[in-house]
């Protein structure tokens, strides 16, 4: 019973800076990994940003130097800033999470709805 709810962000213009939340509610014991996937028109998903439990970053080339990934363990929150968004950012973003909801089992990924970032003038 473990639920990843991201926020909206619609339509931003070229050069536009937005920042994405995601945060998992439900029976949590631990949260390991945390990361953003993103999925553009007729592309494959990708993964767009992680981040580990200790707070170690990694990031897809072609947004390294413009978007920044952080957690809130506190919160059991993940959110991605977007600097400097461009066209070919446009897609689809999922948060994901590793998630440890039973002692002594096997932690599980899970997945957002998804939410539609659009960068357009």
């Known amino acids: 019973q473990v639920q990843l709810v991201e926020s909206g962000v619609g339509l931003v213009q070229p050069g536009g800076s937005r920042r994405l939340s995601c945060v998992a509610a439900?029976?949590?014991?631990?949260?390991?990994?945390m990361a953003w996937e993103r999925q553009a028109p007729d592309k494959q998903r990708e993964v767009c940003a992680e981040?580990?439990?200790?707070?170690?970053?990694n990031y897809t080339d072609s947004v390294k130097g413009r978007f920044t990934i952080s957690r809130d363990k506190a919160k059991n929150a993940v959110y991605l800033q977007m600097n400097n968004l461009e066209p070919e950012d446009t897609g689809v973003y999922y948060c994901?999470?590793?998630?440890?909801?039973?002692?002594?089992?096997?932690?599980?990924?899970?997945w957002g709805q998804g939410t539609l970032v659009t960068v357009s003038s």
């Open positions: 439900g029976n949590i014991l631990g949260i390991y990994t």
């Open positions: 981040i580990s439990s200790d707070n170690v970053t």
């Open positions: 994901y999470a590793v998630i440890a909801t039973t002692k002594g089992r096997r932690a599980m990924a899970h």
